[in-house]
């Protein structure tokens, strides 16, 4: 029998692994995305995070945390480190899909990292802070660009300060179609939205082919909003994504006149939805107005 001596054992602890959610198709994406860490305030120290085959972006070699990363990575190791050192994350796609944003983290994260966040419902208030699972995830919001996923509806808007007199950049709408669950979409600097539903289930009557509801090409569902909103002086290149979601909610109006709050539309299939509020005088005009 042949005896194996073990001379010395290396062991490498990873400080941070993400994994990114769309929050319009609950698909997890990777590809064409960017993501970085560095010490806060410290940029010019910057570590690109490397995709594993799993689609988790892990970092290593991150600056000051060399004695965590080679740690024995056991429980008796992680129930001694406190996420301590102060680093900023930033997400970007390459591809134009989604919106950029930078979020504060402690490292080290022995799981995936989350900020307590479900996209399955509105932002809670406050979040519950950085967290840690095997299942958390990072958001992703669409970008104006972005190509309509097949098979979803598609809410516009083109946010507008009425008070400041500006773009409402970094923004947030979330919408329910029908009985279907809510998305959240975050304006871009802009103040563009461009917010992707889920078709609620068509009116059928059984035994008719066309349904009660008439073709599926003529049907319409009603959609209840809410706008959420800061204004920042000046407006960042590149939002905190803690700071956007927890926007407080602020009154969109039907008219340029401010007269009538506008909570809900209608979503017609096959038809992009466009929120902007009537000109004086019933003409139409290209931006939804806000007020906190």
Request: net charge negative.
């Amino acid at each position: 029998m042949t005896s194996v001596v073990v001379l010395e054992q290396i062991s490498i602890v990873t400080p941070l692994a993400v994994v990114f959610r769309d929050e319009a198709t609950l698909g997890f994406f990777s590809d064409g995305l960017s993501a970085v860490v560095y010490p806060l305030g410290e940029p010019e120290r910057t570590v690109i995070g490397v995709v594993n085959r799993s689609g988790v972006f892990v970092f290593r070699n991150l600056p000051g945390l060399r004695a965590v990363e080679q740690g024995s990575g056991d429980a008796d190791f992680w129930a001694a480190q406190m996420p301590r050192f102060d680093f900023v994350l930033e997400a970007r796609d390459i591809a134009g899909r989604f919106l950029p944003w930078s979020l504060g983290v402690k490292l080290p994260q022995r799981h995936l990292l989350g900020i307590g966040f479900d996209a399955g419902s509105p932002p809670a208030s406050p979040l519950t802070g950085q967290t840690g699972s095997d299942t958390a995830f990072l958001p992703l919001f669409s970008a104006a660009s972005r190509p309509a996923p097949e098979g979803l509806g598609v809410l516009r808007a083109e946010l507008w300060d009425a008070d400041a007199g500006e773009p409402a950049a970094w923004a947030l709408i979330e919408a329910k179609a029908g009985e279907q669950r809510t998305v959240t979409a975050m304006a871009d600097a802009d103040g563009r939205v461009m917010l992707p539903l889920p078709y609620p289930k068509p009116a059928l009557t059984l035994g008719s082919p066309l349904g009660s509801g008439g073709p599926i090409n003529q049907q319409s569902w009603p959609v209840a909003f809410t706008v959420r909103y800061r204004r920042r002086v000046p407006a960042p290149l590149i939002p905190n994504l803690v700071d956007v979601l927890l926007q407080p909610p602020v009154t969109a109006w039907q008219e340029t006149s401010r007269t009538t709050a506008w909570t809900s539309a209608t979503l017609r299939f096959g038809r992009d939805l466009v929120l902007a509020s009537r000109a004086d005088g019933g003409g139409a005009s290209s931006t939804l107005l806000i007020t906190p």
